[in-house]
């Protein structure tokens, strides 16, 4: 299996953001047209006056305060808001490490990481990222215009991966409600392991509920080929980076069936940080990364969905 560090050492970040950029302006003067732009809208709205409410308007606008008081039905009128800002959180556990093939999981998220930062210079939206890891917080406030967001991201792209022994560091709840203004695209990408549930039983993490009420939420996810299915066949000796030993894969109904467990606490978890289907996206090692954000947003665009 393949334990790689981080993106190509061949190449330097910005030259790496250069390769992407041509691929990423095809896609929006060709392919995307107006959807990124729609996708990412949602409901993020700022509040004009109140109307009164006419057949038709939708019925979660109703100010029922203002109803009450004069009699008849009112609605809140919203307008769009001009910008879009896109907060990018990378969630860079040891985990990550993780890579059956050619490339690792921690380089394929760090490419869609930068295409998306990428889409959104070109849009002219601004965009700001987080990068969450054992070895500290890294924050940049969101910017506007392809030089700044293009430095943004080589920054991103540069950040040393965790030493795979690593202990996971939870994420700066608190710190992130602030970090980018109401109605922000947050977008949280990582591994999602299970996680231990609280008394309630979700395995929502702290703050988390908070996030989802100021920002709209979506998650990015990769998958390696071994985590969709292991490999059959003969035994495999693999290093386990988040328990840092090396392990062997008999292949066993055992090992199957604990995997498979795995799996499925995995979907649940995932499933419940990101009810809407429209608000996560999970992307293999071996797939192209960009056709995957553009059947994301084609798939959103096509449903008319809300954020």
């Given amino acids: 299996m393949a334990i790689a560090s981080s993106l190509r050492p061949s190449a330097s970040p910005l030259a790496i953001l250069r390769q992407l950029e041509w691929r990423v302006r095809h896609a929006v003067e060709n392919v995307l047209s107006g959807e990124y732009r729609s996708a990412f809208r949602g409901r993020g709205m700022e509040f004009d006056q109140v109307v009164k409410y006419e057949f038709g308007d939708d019925v979660r606008d ?41 490339q ?18 070109v849009n002219r939206d601004r965009v700001g990222f987080v990068h969450a890891s054992p070895n500290g917080n890294l924050f940049r406030e969101p910017v506007r215009g392809r030089g700044q967001i293009m430095h943004l991201a080589a920054t991103l792209l540069a950040q040393p991966a965790p030493d795979p022994t690593a202990a996971p560091t939870g994420l700066p709840w608190r710190f992130l ?3 980018a203004p109401k109605h922000s695209i947050l ?20 703050g988390w509920p908070v996030l989802q009420r100021r920002y709209q939420t979506m998650g990015f996810r990769v998958d390696d080929p071994w985590e969709r ?3 059959g066949g003969e035994t495999i000796a693999a290093y386990d980076p988040t328990a840092a030993r090396l392990v062997t ?31 996560r996206l999970i992307v293999s090692t071996e797939e ?4 995957a954000l553009v059947r994301f947003f084609h798939a959103r665009m096509k449903s008319g969905a809300r954020g």
């Fill in 229 to 231: 299915a292991l490999p």
């Fill in 104 to 121: 690792s999981k921690r380089e394929a998220l760090l490419e869609i990481a930068g295409l998306v930062m990428l889409l959104g210079a």
């Fill in 62 to 102: 109703i100010d029922w305060n203002v109803t009450a008081r004069l009699g008849e039905p009112y609605r809140k009128k919203f307008v769009e808001e001009r910008e879009v800002t896109l907060l990018l959180v990378f969630d860079d556990s040891p985990s990550l490490h993780f890579g059956s093939g050619a």
């Fill in 288 to 291: 192209n990364r960009l056709d």
């Fill in 177 to 179: 409600s602030r970090a």
């Fill in 249 to 279: 894969l008999e292949g066993n109904a055992a090992e199957r069936e604990a995997h498979a467990a795995w799996n499925a606490e995995r979907e649940s978890v995932w499933q419940s940080l990101f009810p809407d289907p429209l608000s």
């Fill in 187 to 206: 977008i949280w990408l990582g591994d999602f392991p299970p996680l231990s549930r609280d008394e309630r039983g979700s395995p929502a993490p702290e």
